[in-house]
């Protein structure tokens, strides 16, 4: 039998385990949280990619224009190309949830 997915942490329950792991206050933590989302929210916006070691790499990617369906009506359009945030995760990550 499979268990049922935990719920997934919020920021408040975040910044309180960073705050126990640096062994600091919650606004340094809360502070620490926000310039990281600052960092790769401003490298990813500006088309570069950034690694987080031991939990991956973000990135951007360009997708082409493209066909596809309306789903209601099921027309054939055309979506404009974009662009589109990928992540990938380590190899670290992947083997501590496996093991």
Do not use: C, H
Request: glycine share 8%.
């Amino acid at each position: 039998m499979v268990d049922a997915p935990a719920k997934p942490m919020t920021k408040t329950q975040l910044v309180a385990a960073l705050a126990d792991e640096m062994g600091g206050d919650k606004k340094s933590a809360n502070a620490a949280l926000d310039a990281i989302q600052t960092v790769v929210s401003r490298t990813v916006a500006e088309g570069g990619t950034l690694t987080l070691p031991g939990i991956g790499k973000i990135g951007v990617r360009a997708r082409p224009e493209r066909q596809v369906r309306n789903p209601q009506t099921q027309e054939m359009m055309t979506k404009p190309a974009d662009k589109v945030v990928k992540v990938t995760i380590a190899k670290a990550l992947k083997d501590s949830v496996n093991a």
